[in-house]
């Protein structure tokens, strides 16, 4: 079992950043393929981007350029930087995990273990 806690989300003006913390405790050990997801109000839930345990990412076009994926293997910490933010980047912001190959974590999105969210809204 793996459990995750997000952090770091809130309130900015369009043009500014945040950085979204995801915490893992349990059974981390292994190849722990981690990400980011976003579901915003009436809208399917999407990927923003994976690392897998060998630190290659893997980040959605729509976003590539202002957002940057990373990893702390040392503290189980996961990261989201969200620079440039764009009101159509309101959302919740969910951080996932699973063990899987570093391909199979860049092509399939399927995670068993869900963190709980964190909101993030861009004004105008």
């Known amino acids: 079992q793996v459990q995750l806690v997000e952090s770091g989300g809130g309130s900015v003006q369009a043009g500014g950043s945040l950085r979204l913390s995801c915490a893992a405790s349990?059974?981390?050990?292994?190849?722990?393929?981690m990400g980011w997801f976003r579901q915003a109000p009436g809208r399917e839930r999407e990927w923003i981007a994976t690392?897998?345990?060998?630190?290659?990412?893997s980040t959605r076009d729509s976003v590539k350029g202002r957002f940057t994926i990373s990893r702390d293997n040392a503290e189980n910490n996961l990261y989201l930087q969200m620079n440039t933010l764009k009101p159509e980047d309101t959302a919740m912001y969910y951080c996932?995990?699973?063990?899987?190959?570093?391909?199979?974590?860049?092509?399939?999105?399927?995670?068993?273990?869900w963190g709980q969210g964190t909101q993030v809204t861009v004004s105008s």
């Open positions: 996932a995990a699973d063990w899987s190959s570093s391909s199979v974590c860049h092509t399939n999105h399927a995670f068993r273990y």
């Open positions: 349990g059974y981390t050990y292994g190849g722990l393929c």
């Open positions: 690392i897998a345990s060998d630190r290659t990412t």
